[in-house]
């Protein structure tokens, strides 16, 4: 008897007998702990069929502890505290149950208000498991009918509902789709090259994924996966719940989706492979912990997953990747750890339409084992990858031969690799007939930032015929850059430690091919510190952004780039330069302060302005803005390094459509909601009850609001009388412009 107690007393703690919320299916749209542009999501979508009014269970007992109507956020949502401590979260709800609903129209009623807070007593709304507490609805900030469902622990964390006993039947493991090598210092290479690399996965005939060749790696370095979850009988993807990562057996790092916080929201950044997001690359999870990475317990206590310093030669790598029910799949490939040699290059002999190429080490004896050939055309643009006609081993070197058409005016990529495994850096051969004039040819120059540190670039128009160094340069300092030839028109230095640029003010580039040719590039980066607040000013003095202690976690160069190409704005007036904030491909832990001068001639119109970011989905998009007439500045924060810019909204907002319809004539029995469709093409509204009037009969009505479907709807309490009526509709957008209309209609 003891021990049936003992088990029933450890299934009712550990919450293992939860009743699924909804009748309709147990299919989800999204899963918990996944991305968002706002950090993660905290809870799991339930699908409802794409319709509303679907009831919602108690999935425990316990009390209603909460009871919110809003127009953005959760909308309608219910809480309910449950016997055994934890808490249910039901959002996006239509209605509640009848006795809920009474208690919410006395709350709205006595504030005159559709927004509420209600906190009863623990007992005066006691539910039982099963009972109907609501219905499933869209409001809120919602993209469509569903329930979104949260599980918070004693402490009001979100917790892994999937995991926490909500059950979902699955049978499908999750799949993958790349793997990404990420070079972490100065002395890492992957396969000879010091950038991240991107690879494909290949799935083999027992379901599991496999590296595409053998990688080689050098120095101290880092993964992310790009992988994914599947339920039956669901279209959607979710993230997967746990990873491992094994180097020859040994588990070096695990991240599992079980415990969230909203005060965490702003680490997923760190979670995420944000590189790759920021460059449409794809979903990837790190499977490693940086240095100064925000602990938070998705990672592993006791591992970080930073590879270095592991002994030369060929090491397994296995991962793991699983799902609540432990569905698992795994991804097996092997690396080859060593340093990459460099080539040298020697064109032998044409004859018969063929070319001949002598490859040899410059550095190592290992002999030589094939050879990789990539055609360029003489501006660098990348050709095809070239079929080598023959091949012969002489000593350490290799002789190859390649179609004389092939490399007619282009210029060749060669990549070698020896016979233990280790790769070259790239080689490179060109028609020197082609190159061109290095001392006049325009030359561009970039530089990016990844976690190994900062990259310069430097690309010509052409190939050319000529030598390449970089150095900077600052009242004190002459510091020469090692440089690579990644492309027969591109260089790239090795990472370079941000902490490095901190008193230097020019990259100087010096060309050689018998005459000296240098080019000074100034330097407008500042360096930005996680222990400290810089500000930085754009070149032309109009627009300014000041970091907060730990925007950065790591050090960063920033700098602020004028854009001359960007995207259009169609539906507003573009008062200012558009900014890029740089790097934008490098997260922010906390947000920065921005600011951007206006024109005088704007001052007379400037309630209409703010601050817009670039979203790649959605466009342009507003920013809560301050505006400071006196120093004619708008002020705002933003989260991500974004392109921004001052935007004027002078247009109204529209009204699209309205029910009941001008002069129509309603049965008072039929006639039993309001339905409002608005629609601003910029500014947008704000999810307030200040942006929008609605009277019937010159009276305020309590309606609700929908900002992604933009509809105001009101559902009559009882039917109105017969003989006219009138609606009057006042709506103001962000800019505050408005748009005012009257609707006359009858009801018999």
Request: glycine letters at 6%; hydrophobic letters at 35%; a neutral charge.
């Amino acid at each position: 008897m003891k021990k049936i107690r003992l088990i029933l007393l450890f299934s009712f703690l550990s919450g293992q007998d939860y009743t699924w919320p909804t009748d309709i299916g147990k299919e989800l749209s999204s899963n918990f702990g996944e991305f968002r542009t706002t950090g993660y999501h905290l809870g799991v979508d339930m699908k409802t069929k794409g319709s509303t009014g679907h009831s919602i269970y108690a999935i425990s007992d316990g009390y209603i502890e909460r009871i919110v109507t809003n127009f953005s956020g959760f909308g309608k949502a219910l809480y309910l505290k449950l016997d055994d401590g934890n808490t249910a979260v039901y959002a996006h709800l239509s209605k509640f149950s009848p006795i809920l609903e009474k208690r919410l129209k006395k709350e709205q009623k006595r504030k005159d208000s559709y927004f509420t807070n209600i906190y009863p007593s623990p007992t005066e709304f006691r539910i039982e498991k099963g009972e109907v507490i609501g219905y499933s609805g869209n409001t809120g900030f919602s993209f469509g009918p569903h329930l979104h469902f949260e599980l918070r622990n004693k402490k009001g964390q979100p917790i892994n509902p999937l995991t926490n006993g909500i059950i979902q039947p699955d049978r499908i493991a999750p799949f993958a789709n790349e793997i990404s090598f990420i070079p972490l210092d100065q002395d890492s290479w992957v396969n000879g090259n010091q950038l991240p690399q991107n690879f494909p996965l290949y799935r083999d005939a027992k379901g599991n994924y496999n590296f595409p060749d053998t990688i080689n790696v050098y120095g101290k370095f880092g993964l992310s996966l790009y992988a994914y979850d599947k339920r039956e009988g669901a279209d959607n993807v979710y993230q997967p719940y746990r990873i491992e990562f094994f180097l020859d057996d040994q588990l070096y790092h695990a991240i599992q989706f079980d415990r969230l916080d909203y005060a965490w929201q702003s680490t997923a950044k760190h979670i995420m492979d944000y590189r790759n997001k920021r460059l449409n690359m794809g979903d990837f999870i790190k499977l490693y912990k940086g240095n100064n990475d925000p602990s938070v317990p998705i990672h592993s206590d006791s591992t970080l997953g930073i590879v270095e310093k592991i002994t030369p030669g060929y090491h397994e790598i296995r991962i793991i990747a699983s799902d609540p029910q432990k569905n698992v799949r795994t991804i097996k490939g092997t690396i080859f750890y060593m340093e990459p040699f460099e080539i040298s290059i020697e064109p032998l002999t044409q004859s018969d339409g063929k070319v001949s190429f002598f490859i040899n080490p410059k550095s190592i004896s290992i002999p030589i084992e094939s050879v990789l050939a990539y055609s360029f055309t003489p501006y660098g643009f990348a050709d095809k990858k070239l079929k080598i006609s023959s091949s012969k081993s002489i000593e350490s070197g290799i002789e190859i031969t390649l179609l004389a058409k092939d490399i007619r005016r282009k210029a060749v990529q060669f990549i070698a690799k020896n016979k233990i495994g280790t790769k070259s850096t790239p080689g490179h051969w060109a028609d020197k007939r082609f190159a061109g004039d290095y001392l006049s040819m325009p030359i561009d120059f970039e530089i990016s930032h990844t976690e190994a540190g900062v990259y310069i670039q430097f690309q010509s128009e052409q190939i050319m015929n000529a030598s390449v160094k970089l150095r900077l340069k600052g009242e004190f300092q002459y510091i020469n850059i090692p440089i690579n030839q990644i492309q027969p028109s591109v260089y790239l230095s090795k990472p370079i430690s941000p902490l490095q640029f901190e008193n230097i003010t020019q990259i100087e580039a010096i060309i050689d091919g018998g005459i000296e040719r240098n080019i000074q590039f100034q330097f407008p980066y500042t360096l930005a510190t996680p222990d400290s607040q810089i500000t930085l000013i754009s070149n032309d003095g109009f627009c300014s952004l000041r970091t907060q202690k730990n925007s950065f976690i790591n050090e960063t160069l920033i700098w602020v780039e004028a854009v001359h190409k960007h995207a259009p704005v169609d539906n507003g007036n573009l008062v200012s330069r558009v900014y890029q904030l740089q790097p934008f491909d490098r997260p922010l832990l906390k947000p920065i302060n921005i600011a951007i001068r206006y024109p005088r001639k704007f001052q007379n119109n400037s309630e209409k302005m703010h601050l817009y970011y670039y979203d790649i989905k959605e466009g342009w998009s507003y920013l809560k803005s301050e505006l400071n007439k006196e120093k004619k500045v708008i002020l705002s924060e933003i989260e991500h390094m974004d392109a921004i810019a001052i935007i004027e909204d002078d247009q109204p907002p529209s009204i699209d459509r309205i029910f009941p319809n001008q002069n129509g004539n309603y049965s008072a029995l039929e006639l039993r909601k309001f339905e409002i469709n608005i629609n601003d093409n910029l500014s947008g509204f704000d999810p307030s009850e200040d942006s929008f009037d609605i009277l019937l009969d010159e009276k305020n009505i309590l309606y609700s609001y929908q900002p992604k479907s933009k509809i105001l709807t009101y559902e009559l309490d009882r039917p109105l009388s017969v003989g006219e009526h009138s609606l009057h509709c006042k709506i103001r957008d962000r800019a505050g412009n408005e748009i005012i209309k009257f609707i006359n209609f009858n009801i018999y």
